[in-house]
């Protein structure tokens, strides 16, 4: 082979490797042509091997192509590598793109249910007088319960509660939050302001009115020398921060075991504003809580001298005032959990 025929052999080597590096479709196909053209057993080689047969004059300007051929397919294979990667990175952004002004997805934000958000708000206005916030166990001894409270086993009182009664001797789910008062008096020493809110359970047949699972705010203060008026003017403050600065109250006689006298509370009805009306079975007045003077043998039965401390509870439904602050008709809707019920309290 002469000189001239071997760079034209070098010279449509480039020709094609440049083609073919042009048409590279990717990194990998690259490598490959790489390699078949000026790897150790690649063409280029092959063709290098010719020079051999050359006189000496000649090989260094066959040495000068072949550098170049070789320089230039490098180059091409660099600048094909870059072009590839390039078009590479631009998919995969499209492909991937993320538009960071769309608006984020709404996060379904709860609210309180109107049950917890009521006790708060009770909780809140009694906190204001210092009371203080404990809690009693849902499941209850029966002497706690009602012994007592002033409710020996064969009292007829006992008959105002259809009790759930649990699986172990003498215990209950409780009745009333009022078992709490004996916890209280008997954990904490005069003066006492505490309050106690909670679950509570009888058996009830189910309608609109009645729930077998409700709700409770028990209040409970002892101290010396406290008196009725203490509780009508506590009770005075907390219906008028409830329902309204200027809603008359009244005390009317009432009965519960455990306090003596006793009382019922009413508001001027919050629907007729005192007209008379279905929700206030017309008598202008909505009675919202129970109260009284702590009777002498619970204070006994909580370990405090009645001669020395007196004091006074009372006990409201939460669902009760929930109902008359969010003109609620029907208990059931407060357990059903229910979207469409709960979300109009946020
Ligand atoms: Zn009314």
Redesign the pocket.
Known sequence: MNLASLIAELHRLRDSALEAIGAAPDAASLDELRVDYLGKKGRLTAILRGIGDLPPADKPAVGAVANEVRDEVERALAERGRLLRAAALAARLEAEAVDVTTPGRTIGRGSLHPIVETSRRIAEIFGQFGFVVYEGPEIEDDVTNFQMLNIPPDHPARDLWDTLYVDVEGHLLRTHTSPGQIRVMREAAPPIRALLPGRCYRYEAIDASHASEFFQVEGLMIDEGTTMADLRGLLDQFAHAMFGAHRPTRFRPGYYPFTEPSVAFDVR?V??NG???P??SRT?WMTILGAGMVHPVVLRYGGLDPERFQGFAFGMGVERIANLRHAVGDLRLYMDNDLRFLEQFR
């Open positions: 009805c629907v007729c007209r008379g009306c929700a206030c202008g």
